[in-house]
T-cell receptor
């Protein structure tokens, strides 16, 4: 069994470039979540999918951010026109489609915008 | 809005000692879920223990137990017989009954000394 996987693990980009991250959830998990964690802080919720439907979006998710889960399996998070303030760890989690099931996290993608 | 507060930025204890990490939260909901997650250095977020607010009995998982005080909105984590592998950031998190996003505290850095 594999847990939640995320790729790439690290990404360095220049300001203004677009980046895309991928998350593969645990295979039987219908729910998928994205969080952002800056250094020394707890994670902040970005968005959540149930199957392919994006059901919740945080106000943190500006117009430059877009997330998709086209077939209800893996998900991608794209950041357009990156800014230095986007530098953070981007965490993905998944859970079963039962009420309030525990969220299981991947290792994260660390983004550095120069 | 719900908030989670962890007032201890860092704690340090000797191996085999018992340590208690504090967490308080604010919510107007009557039913909710509380979690402690552990994030070892450069490793992924791992669930330590969870508590449903409607359950009066405090949750326990081996050496880990919680003291859940609903009226005081307090949710502390006790680690007994601490081990070197317990060294990590510990995050307290809240999930309301009306959505699926986790609200996180800022974390407590726990160092277990040999």
């Amino acid at each position: 069994d594999t847990g939640v996987s995320q790729n790439p693990r690290h990404k360095i980009t220049k300001r203004g470039q677009n980046v895309t991250f991928r998350c593969d959830p645990i295979s039987e998990h219908n729910r998928l979540y994205w969080y952002r964690q800056t250094l020394g802080q707890g994670p902040e919720f970005l968005t959540y999918f149930q199957n392919e439907a994006q059901l919740e979006k945080s106000r943190l998710l500006s117009d430059r951010f877009s997330a998709e889960r086209p077939k209800g399996s893996f998900s991608t998070l794209e950041i357009q026109r990156t800014e230095q303030g986007d530098s953070a760890m981007y965490l993905c989690a998944s859970s079963l489609e039962l009420a309030k099931e525990t969220q299981y996290f991947g290792p994260g993608t660390r983004l550095l915008v120069l | 809005a719900q908030t989670v507060t962890q007032s201890q930025p860092e704690m340090s204890v000797q191996e085999a000692e018992t340590v208690t990490l504090s967490c308080t939260y604010d919510t107007s909901e009557n039913n909710y879920y509380l979690f402690w997650y552990k994030q070892p250095p450069s490793r992924q977020m791992i669930l330590v223990i969870r508590q449903e607010a409607y359950k009066q009995q405090n949750a326990t998982e081996n050496r880990f137990s919680v003291n859940f005080q609903k009226a005081a909105k307090s949710f502390s984590l006790k680690i007994s017989d601490s081990q070197l592998g317990d060294t990590a950031m510990y995050f307290c998190a809240f999930m309301g009954d009306s959505n699926y996003q986790l609200i996180w505290g800022a974390g407590t850095k726990l160092i277990i000394k040999p």
